[in-house]
T-cell receptor, first 111, second 114 residues
């Protein structure tokens, strides 16, 4: 069935380091792809999304490109901040239907 | 405008007891979803309402779980009787019927079954 696989955490980086969190998905159909973030004590928030191949989603300095040939949607940020510490979830979904999530990657940024 | 709200934020119960979780979606959102995250694993879909009708309940783990959405507004998820493996965080999300259907999530209810 449909699934999403993302790199396991926790990931610990120093402030201003480069971040990559890998994510791959099963290639059934043409889903939309998402990155959600859960900051400490808060609910899930949509960070960015891409709806078709080669689309790039971006928000708050984070980027991810929908790669159909490698079935990937890796999350990147050039310079992380302490405030980026959170759990990040890669996900796939379709209109008005369930979202399938990866297992989440906990990110901690050291000052 | 208020976002998706969930009550309670935390619940600690003993095995065999009953717990009812509540979700209030964003006003005007016909779609309502329940998900849960167990033991730090992936967030898994439980079910999907369109207004008061169950559109997809393929993720409900067993008949100890009962979800309702009377009147098509708020929803409840009852677990009866609760088992240890039901511990986790239960998320609710809602979306518009039309448009890009972005799902907006609530803060979750952390359920601990002892």
């Amino acid at each position: 069935g449909d699934s999403v696989t993302q790199m396991e955490g926790p990931v610990t980086l120093s402030e201003e380091a480069f971040l990559t969190i890998n994510c791959t998905y099963t290639a059934t159909g043409y889903p939309s792809l998402f990155w959600y973030v859960q900051y400490p004590g808060e609910g899930l928030q949509l960070l960015l999304k891409a709806t078709k191949a080669d689309d790039k989603g971006s928000n708050k300095g984070f980027e991810a490109t929908y790669r159909k040939e490698t079935t990937s949607f890796h999350l990147e940020k050039g310079s992380v901040q302490v405030s980026d510490s959170a759990v990040y979830f890669c996900a796939r979904g379709r209109r008005a239907s369930k979202i399938i999530f990866g297992s989440g990657t906990r990110l901690s940024i050291r000052p | 405008e208020a976002g998706v709200t969930q009550f309670p934020s935390h619940s600690v119960i003993e095995k065999g007891q009953t717990v009812t979780l509540r979700c209030d979606p964003i006003s005007g959102h016909d779609n309502l979803y329940w998900y849960r995250r167990v033991m730090g694993k992936e967030i898994k879909f439980l079910l999907h309402f369109v207004k008061e009708s169950k559109q997809d309940e393929s993720g409900m783990p067993n008949n100890r779980f009962l979800a309702e959405r009377t009147g098509g507004t708020y929803s409840t998820l009852k677990v009866q009787p609760a088992e240890l493996e039901d511990s986790g965080v239960y998320f609710c999300a809602s979306s518009l019927r039309e448009g890009d259907n972005e799902q907006f999530f609530g803060p979750g209810t952390r359920l601990t079954v002892l």
